[in-house]
């Protein structure tokens, strides 16, 4: 028996009835735990009938922070990362531009900025 008869006798509708449930926070891994198969399986399901998948998130989805030069050369990372409601991490990738151009912090070995 496939596995998915579990929730419906057709493939279509098993995918539509189960992805009701990812769009209302049920997690595709909570989905594959209950139905033992990999959460993988469940998003593939959704992906054969053209099912709208949840972003994955990360720091590529978020909005870009504009630091100045200003900013870069008269404050920490920490008063930044504070100032901007972000991470020091953030911090150090929205101005790698300023290292790639040359542009170094006063008191900061190069073996830190890079």
């Known amino acids: 028996m496939k596995w998915w008869k579990v ?3 057709d493939k279509r509708s098993a995918a539509l009835a189960l992805h ?7 997690k595709s891994a909570e989905i594959g735990r209950v ?5 993988v399986t469940i998003l593939n399901l959704f992906r054969e009938f053209n099912l709208p998948l949840k972003s994955r998130g990360g720091p590529h989805h978020k909005p870009k922070i504009n630091i100045t030069k200003k900013e870069y050369l008269s404050m920490t990372y920490e008063e930044i990362a504070r100032r901007k409601g972000i991470s020091t991490s953030s911090v150090n990738l929205f101005t790698r531009r300023f290292r790639q ?14």
Do not use: A
């Not at 139905?35 to 959460?39: A, I, P, S």
């Not at 151009?101 to 890079?114: D, H, M, P, T």
């Open 7 to 9: 929730v419906d006798e």
């Open 20 to 26: 009701e449930m990812y769009e209302k926070g049920v």
């Open 35 to 39: 139905l033992q198969v990999h959460y």
């Open 101 to 114: 151009e040359g542009l170094r912090k006063k008191g900061v070995k190069k073996s830190q900025s890079s």
